[in-house]
């Protein structure tokens, strides 16, 4: 596609529930980040991925966030028992490049899903 | 681990007048990005500096990276009211994919 899509744009769970969050990166875009913003903050990393491989999950923050990237396109962010402080936007960001030491990668961020549990 | 640290964490400007947002880490960076992110939008990159002492224009913005690769800045001149939201710096170190973002900085601008 155009641009890095992310589903769905709002969601309100009640505390406990599980939630999945859908990101379609750039058609070709072989790196995929996950990224959660608080109000009123920067993004924090959470996860990456280089085509389906996940080499990077030192960001999530709890064993009840799990990242998977089956295929190495569509990715879904899914949080189990959702607690209060999940609460956030859930930002998605693909590129065209792998990691390298010449640079990092651009990334191009989806407009986000909001989260908020109750 | 690695933090960046931005100030002012919020300005408030009149139409015309400059504006600068500094980014300082607390480790040796590889490379630094600067983002854009409108109210209620997304960060859109604007420019990223790889090299020591590097300066970058992009019309009315100037990003300057220090010559340690530690600190950098984004300079507006004459803002406009498009200038409006809140800019992120982003700085990577040895891994070079993991982006650490700093709190940001909101500019408003008063027509």
């Known amino acids: 596609g155009a641009g890095v899509s992310q589903s769905p744009r709002y969601k309100v769970a009640k505390r406990g529930q599980d939630v999945a969050l859908r990101c379609d990166p750039i058609?070709?875009?072989?790196?995929l980040f996950w990224y959660q913003q608080a109000l009123g903050q920067g993004p924090e990393f959470l996860t990456y991925?280089?085509?389906?491989?996940?080499?990077?999950k030192s960001g999530l923050p709890s064993d009840r966030f799990f990242a998977e990237r089956p295929e190495g396109s569509v990715s879904t962010l899914k949080i189990q028992r959702t607690q209060q402080e999940d609460s956030a936007v859930y930002l998605c960001?693909?590129?065209?490049?792998?990691?390298?030491?010449?640079?990092?990668?651009?990334?191009?961020f989806g407009a986000g899903s909001r989260l908020t549990v109750l | 681990g690695q933090q960046v640290m931005q100030i002012p964490q919020y300005q408030h400007v009149q139409e015309g007048e400059d504006f600068t947002t500094y980014c300082n880490s607390s480790t040796t960076l590889s490379n630094i990005q600067w983002y854009k992110q409108r109210p209620g939008g997304h960060p859109v990159f604007l420019i990223q500096l790889v090299k020591s002492g590097e300066v970058k224009k992009q019309k009315r913005l100037t990003f300057q990276f220090g010559e340690a690769k530690k600190n950098s800045s984004l300079h507006i001149t004459a803002t406009q009211t498009t200038d409006v939201g809140t800019y992120f710096c982003?700085?990577?170190?040895?891994?070079?994919?993991?982006?650490?973002f700093g709190k940001g900085t909101l500019l408003t601008v008063n027509p």
């Open positions: 960001a693909s590129s065209s490049r792998v990691a390298d030491p010449t640079g990092a990668n651009v990334l191009t």
């Open positions: 991925f280089q085509n389906e491989a996940q080499l990077d």
């Open positions: 058609s070709g875009h072989v790196s």
């Open positions: 982003a700085g990577s170190g040895g891994s070079n994919y993991k982006l650490t």
